[in-house]
């Protein structure tokens, strides 16, 4: 069955980095617009960054422009979100995703925490 598997969150304190890895499954990576989005406490879940089957990438959050990167790797089926110069406003769950058939696949998501 379809999974996706996120990894590398933490607490990182106010200028640090976190790579965060999905590793996906039981589906054809290579022809799937992959996904980061994150939902902090109380708010709703947004879209962060987005990269095609080109690996062409897409940053939708403006305050995340210039510090965030997407990357993929077909081989490994996995996606990347790196992430630098972290601020506290960043604390989110962070979600691993792709759009199939009208109907989205979701990780089980990695806490990131940022904190003095």
């Known amino acids: 069955q379809v999974q996706l598997v996120e990894s590398g969150g933490g607490l990182v304190q106010p200028g640090g980095s976190l790579r965060l890895s999905c590793v996906g499954s039981?589906?054809?990576?290579?022809?799937?617009?992959m996904r980061w989005h994150r939902q902090a406490p109380g708010k709703k879940r947004e879209l962060v960054a987005t990269i095609d089957l080109h690996a062409d990438q897409t940053i939708w959050l403006d305050s995340v422009k210039d510090r965030f990167t997407i990357s993929r790797n077909n081989f490994e089926k996995t996606v990347v979100l790196q992430m630098n110069n972290l601020k506290p406003e960043d604390t989110a769950v962070y979600y691993c995703a792709f759009e199939h058939n009208k109907r989205v696949y979701w990780g089980q998501g990695t806490q990131v925490t940022v904190s003095p």
């Open positions: 039981g589906f054809t990576f290579t022809d799937k617009i």
